[in-house]
């Protein structure tokens, strides 16, 4: 008569236990992250009037940074976000090179979520010195921002860890308690039956 109640309570240590894990996996996953990029990551090609982005949710407050050779920078105005998509105007034809997009946006549950990709262009009618350090012209319609909150490619992929940093956190909680609950199932399925 006492196996029935020990396997009541492993059962129910058990359960709680699973529940447990379900209910912290649920807000470390619900961050957004980019889906696909215009033009893609690595891509070889002609310079590009915009740089489009898409996210697997809905996103707010984009900031996206396109730095060329030598550091010259190559928006035009502030990125606009329309649903899960952000649209960033380039200033002018770009010269060849190596482009870097540093981005930032803010998902559905108000986590900032950071990145970098890169692009080569190719083909262009662009001088080679044309572009470079048009940075202030091109932004001239633009609202002045503090350099701190854009994001530099550099900042970015610190940006990037210290955000996916924080759901290790959530793990390692949700790992503790599961441990607390296995130990207090056993102890409690162990006790001498009162049947």
Do not use: C
């Not at 196996?3 to 492993?10: A, C, E, N, Y």
């Not at 009037?49 to 407050?61: H, N, P, Q």
């Not at 998902?107 to 950071?114: F, I, L, M």
């Amino acid at each position: 008569m006492t196996i029935r109640p020990t396997l009541l309570r492993t059962g129910l240590a058990g359960a709680l236990a699973a529940a447990t894990l379900t209910l912290g996996a649920a807000p470390a996953s619900a961050h957004t992250a980019l889906k696909s990029s215009d033009p893609k990551s690595g891509a070889e090609i002609a310079p590009p009037g915009e740089i489009t982005l898409t996210y697997t949710e809905t996103i707010r407050l984009p900031r996206v940074v396109l730095t060329g050779p030598g550091g010259s920078r190559h928006e035009n105005g502030p990125a606009k976000a329309v649903g899960d998509t952000v649209t960033q105007p380039v200033n002018g034809t770009l010269p060849n090179g190596t482009y870097t997009v540093g981005w930032r946006v803010v998902s559905a549950d108000g986590h900032p979520v950071t990145g970098t990709l890169k692009f080569t262009v190719k083909g262009s009618t662009a001088a080679e010195g044309q572009g470079q350090g048009q940075a202030p012209a091109g932004n001239a319609g633009a609202p002045a921002t503090p350099a701190a909150s854009s994001p530099s490619p550099s900042n970015a992929a610190g940006q990037e860890e210290s955000g996916g940093s924080s759901s290790g956190w959530v793990w390692i909680g949700v790992g503790g308690l599961l441990v607390v609950l296995v130990v207090g199932g056993v102890a409690w399925a162990r006790r001498p039956s009162q049947d």
